[in-house]
């Protein structure tokens, strides 16, 4: 008989829902407690407190419905067939339109443009309460209804444009890879990757934001300042109108070898004071100093490798396709598959790169202390904090397995230590 794979995918994927919404809960606790941790009495107002309480609960209810309802879509769809019953009817419509349904690569397209359609109409309800009713209730959102769905559009041109080379690219390489497919399919996601890091920033993200360069002044010479004095290539700075869609700050760097570019969020430089920003950036450059991109880059490329590694032995497995309701064996269906059934081994990895993550985040904490912005970086991080109405309280065990980022209290105890240490 027999190994019933999509049965044990439905029930772990249960089981992970019961286990996530056990954490969801402690969390919900920890957002309900009405005093803040002792680390931040007197750092953080008690107004901004309040409103960062209100703000995590809000968005913690939505979590709890939005949860439910996509444990319940993801089931139906894997119990009752809608992946096979998708599939023939993306054959069904390529005949209805005069086209060869026995072209995979057609067939999958429009398999593909089904999901998407059925993907934005499901999704939608939630992005436009998450926007305009939660974001907006508490002061973040910006945007309007056109520029909201004026994004969406943009977002499904992208798609209609880079997807289907990179589909038909993927079922070339699968059909004619051989016993080198692994390889092939990683070298070809490796080149992607670059490439898709180097058109982004340049003619993507303009699409849906408005970069300028960061006029002269204090800000800039400081930034320069610090850029230089680490050996950085800075060749661009930017600063990008975040504002126009929401009031949250963020700042980060790009670019390969010699040519890196730094972006500021225009909201990051109205809520913090130059030095924080500039200690926001050291932070940001410790990334950079201690290689930690590279490390996480060579990591995923790593996990990717062995992700196809793992699908070659797996892509012809008629009992696997059978067990998912598939009478045939498509490439992309086979990915689709895989994906499910490694799902176990992808919480393992993404709870390991969060470990990691962590500990680069105090290491660049530290490393911008050592260039002497302890106070300024422990200001901005509050600044940020505050802003943001991120959750003051949090439970250990919901942290522990969500957070790539330590929680605040963690960091500003790392700094002060540290400081401890030098005195």
Known sequence: ?????????????????????????RQHAAHKLPT?????????????????????????????VHEFVSILMDSAILLFG???????????????????????????????????????????????????VIEARHGFNKQTIWLFFWDVIKGILLSVILGPPIVAAIIIIVQKGGPYLAIYLWGFMFVLSLVMMTL???????LFNKFTPLPDGDLREKIEKLASSLK???????????????????????????????????????????????????????????????????AVQILTFLQFGGYTLVRNSSDLFRSFGFDTQPVLIGLIIFQHTVIPLQHLVSFALNLVSRSFEFQADAFAKNLGYASELRGGLVKLQEENLSAMNTDPWYSAYHYSHPPLVERLAAIDKSDKKAD
């Open 1 to 25: 008989m027999a190994f019933p794979y999509m049965e044990a995918v439905v029930g772990f994927m249960i089981l992970m829902y019961f286990f996530e919404t056990y954490l969801d809960l």
């Open 200 to 206: 982004y920033p340049v003619l993507i993200a303009p």
């Open 36 to 64: 803040l941790p002792k680390t931040l009495e007197g750092v953080i107002s008690q107004e901004k407190f309040e409103k960062s309480r209100a703000y995590s609960l809000d968005k913690s209810r939505f979590h709890f």
């Open 232 to 298: 950085f290539p800075l060749k661009k700075l930017f600063v990008v109108d975040g504002s126009t869609r929401s009031s949250h700050s963020n700042a980060y760097m790009y670019g390969f070898f010699k040519n890196k570019r730094i972006v500021l969020y225009d909201t990051l430089i109205q809520q913090c004071k130059t030095e924080e920003v500039v200690a926001v950036l050291a932070h940001e450059l410790g990334h950079w100093k201690l290689n930690h991109t590279m490390y996480t880059f060579i």
């Open 82 to 132: 809608i992946l096979p019953w998708f599939w023939k009817r993306s054959g069904e419509f390529l005949v209805l339109a005069g086209l060869n349904v026995e072209n995979e690569i057609l067939h999958t397209l429009a398999f593909l443009a089904g999901v998407m359609i059925w993907s934005q109409i499901t999704d939608l309800p939630f992005s436009l309460y998450s926007t305009f």
